[in-house]
T-cell receptor
Framework: DTEVTQTPKHLVMGMTNKKSLKCEQH?????MYWYKQKAKKPPELMFV???????INESVPSRFSPECPNSSLLNLHLHALQPEDSALYLC??????????????FGPGTRLTVL | KQEVTQIPAALSVPEGENLVLNCSFTDSAIYNLQWFRQDPGKGLTSLLLIQSSQREQTSGRLNASLDKSSGRSTLYIAASQPGDSATYLCAVSGSARQLTFGSGTQLTVLP
């Protein structure tokens, strides 16, 4: 199974809402990533978890809060977002917990719209 | 800082044509290079991964080459089909162990 799943597929939220994005993989990968992708732009790295510990935070605003409850699951908690945060949020995973060293597999993404 | 450039930004070809997509990067100290396909509004599908010690990888009608010393990679697509229409992204993994993406080539294969 080489699949990364993400829920929900679409999310619309107001600026005062709190919501969460979920990502799951069952490939035994020990590195997991969150990316943000704006229209017609390449993905931008937000966070990297290696062996369930946050290893990279690309200066992301605190209104985005990642969480890795176990080796298969990655969450992104959202609070007080701005309209410019509207984007496609992609989750990825790779083997062996060495971020960036092995092939990354991406999920289908969550399309987030902030009103 | 690693920079990745993809040329052309957009390409339109008739069905059946063989084509080459180009990717260049500024820092040759990379671990690997990965080619992805992305359909509109969808996630990224990994096509090929080339480790820094390899020269090329093949999968079906796709062939990717890597010349690390010159900072270049090409993705060759044989006998293109309308279903190949998508945006193709290359990404390199370097000393920061993060993927740095190019801006992509938007491919349209006309029936």
């Amino acid at each position: 199974d080489t699949e990364v799943t993400q829920t929900p597929k679409h999310l619309v939220m107001g600026m005062t809402n709190k919501k969460s994005l979920k990502c799951e993989q069952h490939m035994g990968h020990r590195a997991m990533y969150w990316y943000k992708q704006k229209a017609k732009k390449p993905p931008e790295l937000m966070f990297v978890y290696s062996y369930e510990k946050l290893s990279i935070n690309e200066s992301v605003p605190s209104r985005f809060s990642p969480e890795c409850p176990n080796s298969s699951l990655l969450n992104l908690h959202l609070h007080a977002l701005q309209p410019e945060d509207s984007a496609l949020y992609l989750c990825a995973s790779s083997a062996e917990g060495r971020p960036g060293y092995n092939e990354q597999f991406f999920g289908p993404g969550t399309r987030l719209t902030v009103l | 800082k690693q920079e990745v450039t993809q040329i052309p930004a957009a390409l339109s070809v008739p069905e059946g044509e063989n084509l080459v997509l180009n990717c260049s990067f500024t820092d040759s100290a990379i671990y690997n290079l990965q080619w992805f396909r992305q359909d509109p509004g969808k996630g990224l599908t990994s096509l090929l991964l080339i480790q820094s010690s390899q020269r090329e990888q093949t999968s079906g009608r796709l062939n990717a080459s890597l010349d690390k010393s010159s900072g270049r990679s090409t993705l060759y697509i044989a006998a293109s089909q309308p279903g190949d229409s998508a945006t193709y992204l290359c990404a390199v993994s370097g000393s920061a162990r993060q993927l740095t993406f190019g801006s992509g080539t938007q491919l349209t294969v006309l029936p």
